[in-house]
């Protein structure tokens, strides 16, 4: 049975007519039809449809915006590095000097490839462009130019969870920090210590305790969240998207009224998939909104309660000098296989993941720490220092740190114990019980 905003209806992996032709019709029509949208597609690549589809959200609520964008084709890519020609019809839309975003749109991005997130964008001036574009024009792909709103980025996804058995909106938030500049915003499509809520797209309440991350400053205090969830859900159902979505949204904590919308997926490829549930007559001890992928995974505990544990300074060897470093003593091989890691003693923070990544290689199934271990979004694949060079890494949750010294404690004091981690790819579950039961 399929369900209203299920993350595993869009199809990837489908040519580009095929993907127009899955577009809703009403939809597909609103956005002026097959041609129209292929012709778009094929200028300005998936992020021009997508923004378009946002400017369709932006109708139902005064309060959502979609900052000013065009697409630059190749040939105006040229004109512009080349001869610093500013295509003429798309001038009144820029004022000189204001911050702009040029990004890439790969015309597989987000509607044929599920790794949202993966390309390149870049921020600069208006009408200074060549730095940018300079690295961005050899790589033969549309592009597409948007105005930056400064503010907090928060990704929001809107699907069906298969373990509250309900459609859910989940909100990933950006911070507000201090730079050598002044104030900054941080977004969470990078960001991985912001807050997290998960809430209901009628009520707009809270269905799990928010996960606060670590404050820098004071964040979008007072915002009406409850509001900003049920807002979107209705924006979007109204253009009859049935598929579960994504969505990037940029706040400034100094205009609250001002929802700038700035791109709108079909659920990335980490939100989706489907699991078997396990066989267990225990209940949860924990839930999170804070996962990596869709899985399963069942095994004995292994505790890190120190840095100084010897299977804790072998995955920070491995991490830090690579895959020289091999497991000399058997009964580290032995202790990690077939486990669910709790990491009570945090990685370290240069190399944390690739730990993660280590004990994965030696037969860890999954992982659970009271630190966030990953970016905090779906938003996209691992990037950057939190890249994988073994993507079968194995479930990641993260527990409040009330829930994980419970999980611990159990785990210490219970003839022989077995955790079970469910994800759903929007929030997590954990089970604690005795294999001698």
């Known amino acids: 049975m399929q369900h209203l905003f299920d993350p595993n209806t869009w199809n990837y992996?489908?040519?580009?007519?095929?993907?127009?032709?899955?577009?809703?019709?009403?939809?597909?029509?609103?956005?002026?039809?097959?041609?129209?949208?292929?012709?778009?597609?094929?200028?300005?690549?998936?992020?021009?449809l997508g923004l378009s589809i946002c400017e369709l959200v932006a109708q139902s609520d005064a309060r959502l915006r979609v900052p000013p964008w065009m697409m630059l084709s190749r040939a105006e890519q040229k004109e512009l590095l080349f001869f610093e020609k500013f295509p003429a019809k798309h001038q009144t839309l820029f004022v000189p000097g204001d911050p702009i975003i040029l990004r890439s749109s790969h015309i597989e991005e987000d509607w044929m490839d599920g790794d949202a997130g993966t390309y390149l964008s870049l921020k600069s001036k208006a009408f200074e462009w060549r730095d940018a574009l300079e690295r961005l024009y050899g790589k033969n792909i549309p592009l597409v130019i948007q105005k930056l709103e400064p503010g907090v980025g928060i990704i929001v996804d809107i699907g069906w969870s298969q373990l509250m058995h309900r459609a859910v909106v989940r909100i990933a938030i950006g911070r507000v920090c201090k730079t050598p500049e002044g104030i900054g915003y941080t977004s969470a499509t990078f960001d991985r210590d912001g807050e997290i809520q998960v809430r209901d797209p009628e009520t707009g309440l809270l269905l799990l305790p928010r996960y606060k991350g670590v404050e820098l400053l004071p964040t979008l205090v007072d915002f009406p969240f409850h509001?900003?969830?049920?807002?979107?859900?209705?924006?979007?159902?109204?253009?009859?998207?049935?598929f579960g979505v994504q969505l990037e949204m940029v706040i400034h904590p100094d205009r609250p009224q001002d929802w700038?919308?700035?791109?709108?997926?079909?659920a990335p490829r980490v939100v989706r998939g489907t699991f078997t549930?396990?066989?267990?007559?225990?209940?949860?001890?924990?839930w999170t909104p804070v996962v990596n992928t869709v899985c399963v995974a069942e095994g004995k505990p292994v505790l890190l309660m120190r840095q100084q544990d010897p299977l804790w300074k072998w995955s920070?060897?491995?991490?830090?000098?690579?895959?020289?470093?091999?497991?000399?003593?058997?009964?580290?091989?032995?202790?990690?296989?077939?486990?669910?890691?709790?990491?009570?003693?945090?990685?370290?923070?240069?190399?944390?993941?690739?730990?993660?990544?280590?004990?994965?290689?030696?037969?860890?199934?999954?992982?659970?720490?009271?630190s966030r271990?990953?970016?905090?979004?779906?938003?996209?694949?691992?990037?950057?220092?939190?890249?994988?060079?073994?993507?079968?890494?194995?479930?990641?949750?993260?527990?409040?740190?009330?829930?994980?010294d419970q999980i611990c404690g159990l785990c210490q004091t219970m003839?022989?114990?077995?955790?079970?981690?469910?994800?759903?790819?929007?929030?997590?579950?954990?089970?604690?019980?005795?294999?001698?039961a």
């Open 13 to 48: 992996g489908l040519s580009l007519p095929q993907i127009v032709q899955a577009i809703p019709p009403p939809l597909r029509k609103a956005l002026g039809g097959k041609r129209k949208i292929l012709q778009q597609v094929q200028q300005g690549g998936g992020k021009a």
């Open 227 to 242: 509001d900003f969830a049920c807002t979107l859900y209705r924006a979007v159902q109204k253009t009859d998207i049935k």
């Open 260 to 266: 700038h919308l700035v791109q709108i997926r079909p």
């Open 277 to 286: 549930p396990p066989e267990t007559k225990s209940i949860p001890i924990a």
């Open 316 to 370: 920070f060897r491995r991490a830090w000098f690579g895959q020289e470093i091999d497991v000399r003593d058997p009964e580290l091989l032995k202790r990690v296989q077939n486990s669910i890691v709790l990491w009570s003693v945090d990685v370290q923070p240069d190399v944390g993941i690739k730990q993660v990544e280590a004990m994965s290689a030696l037969g860890a199934l999954g992982h659970i720490s009271r």
């Open 373 to 404: 271990l990953m970016i905090n979004t779906t938003h996209s694949t691992f990037r950057d220092r939190d890249c994988f060079e073994n993507p079968a890494v194995g479930g990641i949750l993260e527990i409040r740190t009330d829930n994980f």
């Open 415 to 436: 003839k022989n114990p077995r955790i079970t981690i469910v994800s759903d790819g929007l929030i997590g579950h954990v089970y604690v019980e005795s294999q001698d």
